[in-house]
Structures are given as C-alpha cells and as structure tokens.
C-alpha cells in the first residue's frame, strides 16, 4: 500500500442515481452555480461507500451516502445526513437517515428538495460570502481556461503516524527559510505568530487542471484577509511539494483525477476539454483573492515570503521543481478567467518593483 493515494471516483449505483434519482441536485447546483457546488466522495477505508456533497458557499447542506449492496456495484443503499443545525432548524426528516432503496429514496425527494429550498436561505452569511464565493465560482464550469476537479481535495494517508511524517518532512524546509529570513517586521510570520506557530493542513481549496494538462493547486482568500494572502505562498509551495510528492509515489492517481474529471463532465458539471495531466507533470500554485481590492500591502508581503522560500526551501524532486513561485489571480464571481501565463514570477519581489500588474493577474470582464 502506497504511502498516500487520493481516489474519489464514485461507483456505478451512485452515478446512476446522478442520472435519476438524484439529478434534482445536480440540476439545482447548475441553476446557481455561483453559490452551490456539488462533489462526489469516496470513504478512503470503505470501498464500498461513497457520497455526494451539496455545498452552499463553504457550507455543507447535504450528504448523499450510497453503500454497494452486491460486488459488481450496480446497486445500493442510500441515506442522507446533514450538519446537526441543520437538521434540527430546516425540516430534516429523521427517517431519511436511515438505509433505503433508490426506489424509497425517490419518493421521499419532493421533501427533500423543500428541505433544500429551506435550508439554503438557512446558511449564515459568514459561509456564502467573501471566500465562500470564491470556491463556488472557481468550482462552476464556466471558466474555459481551467476545470475544478475537486474541492478540499486531501490525499488519504497510509496512517496517522506517516501523514504525521510527511507533512513534517515536506513541511520543515518551507518554514525554516521563512524563519531564516533577515526581515524583523513585526508582521512577518515567524515573528508574528512565534507563540503559536503555523501549521500545514492537507487540503487545497480546489485542486483544478487547466487547457495545457498543468495541475492548479489553489488557496483561496478574501480579499481583506491579509494575514492568509501573507501566508498564502508558504500554504501553496506545501499543498504543490505534497501532491508532486504523492504523484511520484503513486501513478495510479493520475487516472483517478481523470476518471473524476471526465463523470464531471458527465454530469454537467465540469465543461468538455483536457482530462489528464501533461508529461512532464507541472503543478502551478495559485493563490485565488476574491472580490474588492486587496491591500497593496497584502500583496508585497506575500511576495516576500515567497522570495523567502524561493532562496531557503530548495525543492530536490524534479516532479515538484516548477511549483516555485506562485500566481496571484484576482477572482472574477462572473466566472471569468484570464488566460494563464507560460511560467510564474521568476523573482516576485522584483517583479513587484517593476510592475504591479506583472504579479497580479487582472480582473476582465465577463463574455
């Protein structure tokens, strides 16, 4: 067994229901696209069980879970479930949680649907703004130059102890040259948060893949969070090191994420175009601030941080080699992307000296 691995391909009972059954989900994200999403899951311990999420900005609303009742998968038990809250104040059916046919299933819908109708006027604001946002524009298919493959999209580790490893082995280099850094401003993160150091995560917002087969590893921020945009490149060159880290070890994942990408497709929620990831393996960070002006500040010391990790965090893996540097894209919630660049900021400090608009990649309107 590999070290990580990351497959949320969804079996044949549960894409069947996507066709039938649960279509009034995937029709209902492509009805608002700007602020629902749905994405398929896979229990990483459970072959057998798998799910669909219906998020409302950053907000869970609905879990579909489906359990292969027979080898071949063409069959299932489902049942759904939701965050507490929600079920307690939106009209959540206890029964519903509770193993049932997709014949059962369909005939309770009509309840479920006013059940979604309630609880996405439910959702606090604090989950459909600002960055909640920014994934369901960034994960909608309208975009042409990229497609979303999945959202907090985290490998599954082979245990605790060796997910404990890797993030310390992938991750000490990177804050050890943002500490070895001469700056001593109070705002530069070693000195900032001394008493309680950062700390890696494993899940990139959005994990997408644009026209030219690049993988996009993407952080996204509000555009007035400017301690998470400071801290955004050392966020990025990890979540890039450890998917090129996971890609070498384990091949296989490659034909997951274009399995995943082409029942997207499928079912309407991802546009046709480029599926599988390109020879040499190029991952491209990106950091995705979402609407209103971020500071100029905000930006310089992003840029700063990642000359920091350039000149300190030396990357041996060929594979996750063009992961230095990363971009800035300012999000357009019209669902617009500019075309992405050949190579990222060589220098970012520089270029930020030189030229503003070199480091950022501009809104455009909308077609």
């Known amino acids: 067994m590999p070290d990580m691995n990351y497959d949320r391909r969804i079996p ?9 059954t649960l279509q009034p989900l995937v029709e209902r994200r492509n009805e608002n696209p700007a602020l629902i999403d749905l994405q398929h899951r896979r229990d990483t311990k459970d072959a057998a069980h798998s799910w669909v999420s219906l998020y409302v900005g950053l907000s869970t609303v609905l879990d579909v879970h489906a359990r292969d009742t027979d080898k071949s998968g063409e069959t299932a038990d489902f049942w759904l479930a939701t965050h507490a809250t929600y079920r307690a104040n939106s009209g959540f059916e206890a029964e519903w949680s509770q193993p049932m046919s997709s014949s059962r299933l369909s005939d309770q819908w009509k309840d479920v649907d006013r059940y979604l109708d309630r609880v996405t006027l439910a959702v606090k604001k604090q989950f459909t703004e600002q960055e909640g946002l920014v994934h369901a524009a960034m994960c909608s298919s309208k975009p042409e130059s990229y497609r979303a493959i999945d959202r907090e999209a985290a490998p599954a580790f082979r245990n605790d102890a060796t ?15 943002v500490a070895a850094d001469d700056c001593k401003e109070d705002w530069w993160p070693s000195i900032r948060f001394a008493s309680s150091p950062k700390r890696f995560g494993t899940s990139p917002d959005i994990l997408a893949i644009d026209k030219a087969g690049r993988l996009l590893v993407i952080e996204a921020k509000p555009s007035r969070a400017t301690d998470g945009i400071t801290w955004g490149p050392a966020q ?15 091949p296989s994942v490659k ?3 274009a399995s995943m990408l082409e029942t997207r497709v499928s079912l309407g929620l991802a546009s046709p175009g480029q599926s599988t990831l390109a020879k040499p393996l190029r991952i491209v960070p990106i950091l995705a601030i979402g609407a209103g002006r971020a500071s100029r500040t905000a930006i310089k010391r992003a840029a700063m941080v990642q000359e920091a990790i350039d000149a300190g965090a030396k990357n041996a893996s060929p594979v996750a080699k063009p992961s230095s540097g990363f971009w800035i894209h300012r999000v357009n919630l019209r669902w617009c992307w500019p075309d ?8 970012a400090r520089d270029r930020w000296k030189l030229r503003r608009a070199r480091s950022i990649l501009r809104r455009t309107a909308a077609p």
Do not use: C, H, M, V
């Not at 044949?12 to 039938?20: E, I, S, V, Y």
């Open 12 to 20: 044949r009972a549960l894409r069947t229901a996507l066709d039938g």
């Open 163 to 177: 997910k404990s490893r890797l993030i310390e082995q992938i991750g000490k280099p990177i804050l050890e040259a």
């Open 236 to 250: 990025l060159r990890f979540y890039a090191d450890l998917w090129a880290a996971l890609l070498a070890s384990n």
């Open 255 to 257: 034909d997951n994420i």
């Open 340 to 347: 992405a660049r050949t190579d990222p900021p060589r220098r």
